[in-house]
């Protein structure tokens, strides 16, 4: 059993599966009785290590942790109150986390193997995509994880479980013909809405959502502030004079829910889409068109309010300079 992180005086972390966390101290000084001991559960470690320390005190004997019992379904609700209901997606993600664990007859959970994940797995692919079962383990796993970090659990079943590998979808974007096509069905539409976020949205990369769900405090100056994001951090981006004139400002919440109105105007305008785009078409074209139009990859990654540049570069080669400094920067440029 190999030491690898002290937790604190007495205590360390091992690289032992079974009893990870091992203490080792002398309670009475440098000269005192050594009491060497390997523990499930950091809990059951602290408790000895206290008891050892003031075992003159009449304290209650240290006993070990009883065998963990709770069901999945308990794990989730204590993650949920300790660190789920603070995440912006938590009103998606909860129910489904709820949905999986229902389909696994909601186990004790340091039982879930890795083969009732799979076979759960399984079952689920026949209905949803491998995309939709990716998210589901993410959630399940992250829940793991967290716990873990909390000292709640003391490990994760699933942690092992690759993701699915899956061809990414097609990304469709309105070519410049089909845009002014598509503005005009959308100022057709019974809700005037409509028209507005999806301008907003084709003029700052906004997610359809982001854009509906605007106020008038989130517009000033010629600028938008995107709030509850899905990357959890505002942002605030510049649009022109002529977009900021054309929002009708109103005390409050300027827009009414409005995207099933977009879908049809989409159906009208004869816009064919990738299965599963609707209103995130929009996002794709902004982004698109940017780097289309000479924009910076970085100026772009902080409009879209990516967390990582690599979901950033799928709009990399819509750039007419992509990769063009291969040629001008290699070693054979200047010799040539």
């Given amino acids: 059993m190999k030491k690898l992180k002290k937790i604190q005086d007495g205590i360390w972390k091992t690289d032992s599966d079974k009893t990870p966390y091992q203490l080792d101290c002398r309670p009475r000084g440098n000269n005192g009785k050594r009491f060497k001991k390997a523990f499930l559960t950091l809990g059951e470690a602290r408790r000895f290590l206290n008891h050892k320390i003031s075992e003159q005190n009449n ?3 240290w006993e070990p942790d009883p065998e963990d019992d709770r069901r999945l379904s308990d794990l989730i609700e204590l993650w949920n109150k300790l660190h789920g209901k603070s995440l912006n997606d938590i ?3 909860l129910p489904k986390m709820k949905a999986a664990c229902k389909s696994l007859d909601n186990p004790i959970a340091r039982k879930l193997t890795p083969t009732d994940w799979a076979n759960y797995r ?4 026949e209905k949803v995509s491998i995309k939709t079962v990716n998210n589901d383990q993410s959630y399940i796993n992250a829940m793991f994880n967290e716990l873990i970090r909390l000292n709640e659990i003391n490990t994760n079943p699933i942690k092992n479980i690759r993701s699915l590998k899956y061809k990414q979808p097609e990304m469709g974007f309105l070519e410049p013909s089909e845009i002014p096509m598509l503005l ?5 539409s019974r809700n005037k809405s409509t028209y507005y976020v ?3 949205a084709l003029s700052t990369g906004a997610r359809w959502s ?3 769900s605007l106020t008038d405090k989130q517009i000033s100056n010629n600028r938008i502030t995107f709030t509850n994001t899905k990357g959890g951090k505002n942002r605030t981006i510049p649009i022109s004079q002529k977009l900021a004139d054309e929002i009708p400002m109103v005390k409050g919440k300027l827009f009414t829910s409005c995207i099933g109105s977009f ?3 989409i159906a009208r305008a004869g816009v064919r889409l990738p299965k ?3 209103t995130h078409v929009l996002r794709h074209t902004f982004a698109s068109h940017f780097m289309m139009n000479g924009g910076n990859i970085l100026v772009l990654q902080q409009t879209l309010g990516h967390a990582s540049i690599n979901d950033t570069m799928k709009y990399s080669h819509f750039s007419q300079t992509h990769l063009e400094d291969v040629i001008k920067f290699n070693p054979l440029y200047e010799v040539y």
């Fill in 122 to 125: 399984a079952d689920r692919l």
């Fill in 91 to 93: 009103g998606k993600r």
């Fill in 210 to 212: 982001e854009a509906e």
């Fill in 184 to 188: 005009e069905e959308l100022k057709k």
């Fill in 263 to 265: 879908r049809k105007a």
């Fill in 59 to 61: 304290l209650k004997e």
């Fill in 198 to 200: 999806a301008k907003i």
């Fill in 276 to 278: 599963g785009q609707s």
